[in-house]
C-alpha cells in the first residue's frame, strides 16, 4: 500500500505541474478530504481545488526539484524545492498527505522562501 501511495503522490504532482490537471486530481482525493494551512485553518475539497485552480495561471511553468518522496503507512511526505520560470524566487516545501483506503484523506504544507532560510534560523541561535 505504502507504494501505491507514492505513486499517487507522483501522479497527482505530475498532473498538477505538467498538464495543469485539478479535473485530474479530484478523483484522488477523498471527498471528506481536509487541507490544512499552517495558520489552522483549512479547506475542503471544493475550496482546496478551487483555490488551486486559481493559482495555476500564476504558476505556470513552476519547477519542481523533488529532494525526498517517503511513505510510511497511511502517509507520505514530500520535501521539494520549486521555482517559477525566469529566476524568481524559490521555495522549499514540504507536503505531507493521508491516505485512506487508496485516495488523499488529509494534507498539510509548509512553505519557504529560498532567500529567508538565513534569516529563519535565527531562532536557533540562542547563544
Known amino acids: 500500500m505504502t507504494q501505491d501511495n507514492r505513486i499517487i503522490v507522483q501522479k497527482a504532482l505530475a498532473g498538477l505541474v505538467e498538464t495543469g490537471g485539478v479535473d ?4 484522488l482525493l477523498t ?6 494551512k499552517p495558520d489552522s485553518t483549512s ?3 471544493a475550496e482546496w481545488l478551487a ?3 486559481a493559482a495555476l ?4 511553468g513552476m519547477e519542481v526539484e523533488v529532494r525526498n518522496l517517503l511513505a510510511d503507512g ?10 517559477l520560470p525566469g529566476g524568481g524566487p524559490g521555495i ?9 483506503d487508496g485516495r488523499i484523506a488529509e494534507a498539510w504544507e509548509v512553505i519557504e522562501p ?7 534560523l535565527a531562532w536557533w541561535d540562542l547563544g
Open 43 to 45: 479547506s475542503t475539497k
Open 31 to 36: 471527498d471528506n478530504f481536509v487541507h490544512h
Open 74 to 83: 497511511d502517509h507520505v511526505v514530500m520535501y521539494s524545492r520549486r521555482r
Open 51 to 53: 483555490e488551486v485552480r
Open 57 to 60: 495561471p500564476h504558476i505556470a
Open 24 to 27: 485530474e486530481l479530484a478523483p
Open 114 to 120: 529560498l532567500a529567508q532560510v538565513a534569516a529563519n
Open 92 to 100: 522549499a516545501v514540504v507536503d505531507i498527505w493521508r491516505f485512506d
